[in-house]
């Protein structure tokens, strides 16, 4: 039993990291419907921007936290600007093969500066997140993973749900020319869309590290482990996102633990077959699927 | 006596039998064999084994990339899987030859049509959904043949990996890079003509018709899943087609090289030759192969200079830097790829002095 609430844990709280990378995700497909493959290179920048503020430019953990997600932020936004901003009205193909393209050109950058070993921050998470309950503990990393992916999600909720930013980005994910006809600035919704994406993976990819340290090949394969996650919850759904990450993360910790644990970073895949074969768009996503 | 054929100055195709043809001029036709010509007669027999290496790593990349560029480019289906598709190959005919012994010639296109199987269960979501999903469905292929081919040890010896025996047509053993130079590239020239045949014929059409509006297409009375079923079929016949020689020229195989890399290492091939050209599959493989090898020899030099040995600079990512980069830049400044680029300067010659 105890090895069971210990997997149960365990799958819990990496679910629950894979919902939150997979956020972002959903973020740039639910604006401007471009599968980003470059998403686990972002959650890595994000990670090793925070690595260097912290250990080379020693500044103190919160200043740093918040320099990180303002470069990340920024960073998403000269993405735009400068890769995919040409790209307006070409075929979706070439969009997509531009992510894959940035996926490379930034993982050769990354393992160019930092190398492919692995690094870990210091230590600097308070003793008092720790949670203790009976026999279970939760280690300070997770608990504050926890929060900081409750907050986000909350705070992006309640963003698209109510501000006017939020409604142009959904007004652009569902009619790109209607809402261009209605006055929408789709640029800036594209460039603001793909901005908060790389925010928010800049914030999962330093939360990761906290947890699993920071190591480039490891980072970015989440980037692939997103397309389990996004397709499991709906590709154009926040929460789904949460929960398609919550159910992955038990069946991968389950799979390993009873099962066997090469089979672990399969699993996700095969599930992934198997839900686009039955229910292709997903727990919560939109039933809008064109057959053909 | 008979009347030359020239490049008109425009679009003056009177019948579909004119839509149809290979050479549009006489001057095309009297250079394929003038290419064919110093391809088999003067190029093996120059250069050193180096050089050969890298054209029969160029041939086998393109009957590769071709059949990727038959499903991106003309059936408008992105796939993420091509490289587990060669690796099924590659595996098929390692296991034929050595467990099964059956002879050389069999095994070529057998493990194409075990691979073009393969890819087939892949893409069945395509039946049901359009572009993006199918992506999807292709990477978590990629992975889970991957896992297979690591972990299925009583077929495939997981990581010790199969070495083949020396392939033998009619008693004649092929051994040099020489010998493998002219099945590679007559593989090569086989599978340009099918490739050209096919996508001149009603299933090319129909490719591309579901390519530019699958509803249209839908419309016009073509049965999409099956056409696209297809594609994938050919698609992966040629990867495996291509995995079988790889596996015969390179003696002993591993799952290793097979991985995500590949795949998109062929897509970038597809992109940067032209989506949707035969020829351009070609320039892609000689582009991307020749990329690597530059890069490769630049890695050396670097690697050996005082400077960065002693920073402890590692340069082997250089590579993955710049094939992202060469990705980028063709799709930004040239998305029809050097296939479009050839074909400009052709026409600014054949245009001069009006270019414009």
């Known amino acids: 039993m105890n090895f ?119 230590d600097f998470l308070p003793e008092f997140l720790t949670l203790q309950w009976n026999i279970i503990t939760i280690p300070p990393a997770y608990s504050s993973a926890l929060i900081l992916g409750l907050s986000f999600l909350i705070i992006f909720g309640l963003f698209f749900k109510y501000s006017p930013q939020g409604i142009f980005m959904r007004s652009v994910a569902d009619n790109q020319k209607a809402a261009l006809s209605l006055g929408v600035h789709v640029q800036r919704v594209f460039a603001l869309s793909w901005a908060i994406a790389a925010l928010v993976a800049g914030m999962s990819g330093v939360v990761l590290g906290i947890i699993n340290g ?49 089979l672990r970073d399969v699993i996700p895949y095969m ?14 996503g939109l039933v809008e699927i064109e057959r053909v | 006596m008979k009347k030359f054929h020239f490049h008109p100055c425009g679009n003056y195709r009177e019948t579909y039998d004119q839509e149809l043809t290979v050479f549009e001029t006489d001057f095309g036709r009297l250079w394929t064999w003038v290419g064919i010509f110093i391809l088999f007669l003067i190029l093996p027999f120059l250069g050193t084994p180096y050089f050969l290496h890298v054209l029969n790593m160029i041939g086998i990349t393109s009957i590769a990339a071709l059949g990727l560029n038959i499903l991106i480019g003309f059936t408008g289906q992105i796939s993420l899987g091509h490289g587990a598709f060669i690796g099924v190959g590659a595996y098929s005919a390692a296991v034929l030859s050595t467990t099964m012994e059956m002879p050389f010639l069999f095994n ?101 018709a579901i390519r530019d509006n699958d509803r249209a297409a839908e419309g016009m009375g073509i049965p999409i ?99 992202g980069l060469a990705i980028i830049i063709f799709i930004i400044f040239e998305p029809r790829g050097l296939a479009e680029i050839w074909r400009i300067i052709r026409s600014g010659f054949r245009l001069w002095p009006f270019s414009y």
């Open chain 2, 225 to 323: 899943f099956r056409y696209k079923l297809l594609s994938f079929g050919i698609s992966s016949f040629y990867a495996g087609f291509a995995g079988a020689i790889w596996a015969y020229y390179m003696v002993s195989i591993t799952a290793e090289p097979f991985n995500l890399a590949l795949s998109v290492e062929y897509i970038a091939m597809v992109i940067i030759g032209g989506l949707g050209s035969i020829a351009g599959s070609v320039y892609g493989a000689l582009f991307i192969t020749s990329l690597n090898e530059i890069l490769r020899w630049l890695t050396d030099i670097l690697m050996n200079m005082e400077v960065f040995t002693e920073a402890g600079v590692n340069v082997a990512p250089i590579r993955e830097f710049f094939f």
């Open chain 1, 4 to 122: 069971f609430f210990q997997l149960l844990i365990n799958g819990i709280s990496v679910g629950f990291l894979y919902g939150l990378s997979a956020m972002g995700f959903v973020m740039i497909f639910k604006s401007s419907s471009v599968l980003n493959f470059a998403h686990g290179e972002l959650i890595a920048l994000g990670a090793f921007f925070f690595l260097a503020l912290v250990t080379w430019a020693k500044l103190p953990i919160a200043i740093a936290f918040l320099v990180t997600l303002a470069g990340c932020f920024a960073l998403g936004f000269l993405i735009e600007r400068i890769f995919l901003r040409p790209l307006i009205g070409e075929p979706l193909i070439y969009v997509i093969m531009l992510t894959v393209g940035l996926a490379a050109m930034f993982k050769g950058l990354m393992l160019l500066i930092w190398g492919g070993n692995l690094q870990t921050y210091p």
């Open chain 1, 214 to 262: 920071i190591n480039v090949h490891d980072l970015s394969s989440i980037g692939l482990k997103v397309f389990p996650v996004v397709i499991l919850g709906g590709l154009d759904s926040l929460s789904g996102a949460i929960i398609g990450g919550l159910i992955i993360g038990l069946l991968e910790t389950f799979t390993g633990g009873y099962l066997d644990p090469s």
């Open chain 2, 108 to 208: 070529l296109p057998l493990a194409g049509l075990i691979a073009a199987l393969v890819g087939m269960i892949f893409g069945i979501p395509s039946g049901r959904l359009k572009g993006l999903y199918l992506t999807i469905a292709t990477l978590a292929g990629q992975i889970i043949i991957e896992y297979v081919l690591v972990h299925w040890e009583s077929v495939t010896k997981g990581t010790m990996g199969i070495t083949l025996p020396r392939p033998a047509i009619f008693g004649y053993e092929l051994s040099t890079d020489r010998d493998f130079f002219f099945l590679i590239y007559v593989s090569l020239g086989l599978m340009i003509f099918i490739a050209i045949n096919l996508m001149r014929a009603k299933f090319g059409r129909a490719f591309i």
């Open chain 1, 271 to 284: 599930v992934l077959v198997l839900i686009l074969m039955v229910r292709p768009y997903g727990l919560f």
